[in-house]
């Protein structure tokens, strides 16, 4: 069953901002993964955070992970117009033992960055 | 290297025609995972194996069937379509073990009318 879920559903701003997309999980995890997903195109991986992490860097990326409030968020920062894109976070589901080998993916956040 | 790579990537079906979409991937992944996608619906995972020759069921099974034949290679199989099966369907592999990424393919739009 869906274990995690995006807020906000869509979100738009404009270029050079910061975006946050937040995503909330049911159960207890071992990992969190954000995924971008292009208009027509199939997702790609951004960024995986363990359990034991508070906070994970990659380029212009920020994942923090709260445990204690099963929550994590999406910090893009100096956004582009190629951002725009949708945004999953992916988890294992609920009563999966913490193995996220059969993950699960939220239902998305739509963020266009205006130019 | 190719990566995923999805067959065919449009389909259009008439109610009650069968049809296979192939999943192939390069980079000998362990696990293979076949999605579908749905406006409002988010990601769900229709079926996935974790090793050749072996299956399992996922969320939303009903009305597919899968093989795993080869490593490289996930089938996807619709033996009586349904409208209800009109989506986007992804799929994705793994490297073995409990943690690690998903590699997905471009996806294929199959309309059943």
């Known amino acids: 069953s869906q274990q995690g879920e995006e807020d906000p559903q869509a979100l738009s701003i404009q270029e050079g901002e910061n975006a946050t997309m937040n995503c909330s999980y049911k159960t207890s995890i071992n990992n969190l993964q954000w995924y971008r997903q292009n208009s027509g195109r199939g997702l790609v991986h951004l960024i995986l955070i363990r359990s034991n992490e508070r906070e994970k860097h990659s380029g212009r990326l920020r994942v923090t992970l709260d445990t204690s409030k099963k929550s994590s968020s999406l910090l893009i920062t100096a956004s582009r117009a190629a951002d725009t894109a949708s945004y999953f976070c992916a988890t294992p589901p609920v009563g999966g033992g913490g193995s996220n080998y059969k993950l699960t993916f939220g239902k998305g956040t739509l963020l266009t960055v205006n130019p | 290297n190719a990566g995923v790579t999805q067959t065919p990537k449009f389909r259009v079906l008439k109610t009650g025609q069968s049809m296979t979409l192939l999943c192939a991937q390069d980079m000998n992944h362990e696990y293979m995972y076949w999605y579908r996608q749905d406006p409002g619906m988010g990601l769900r995972l229709i079926h996935y194996s974790v090793g050749e020759g072996t299956t399992a069921k996922g969320e939303v099974p009903d009305g597919y069937n899968v093989s795993r034949l080869k490593k490289q290679n996930f089938l996807l199989g619709l033996e009586s379509a349904a409208p209800s099966q009109t989506s986007v369907y992804f799929c994705?592999?793994?490297?073995?073990?409990?943690?690690?990424?998903?590699?997905f393919g471009e996806g294929s739009r199959l309309t059943v009318l």
């Open positions: 994705a592999s793994k490297p073995g073990g409990p943690t690690g990424e998903l590699f």
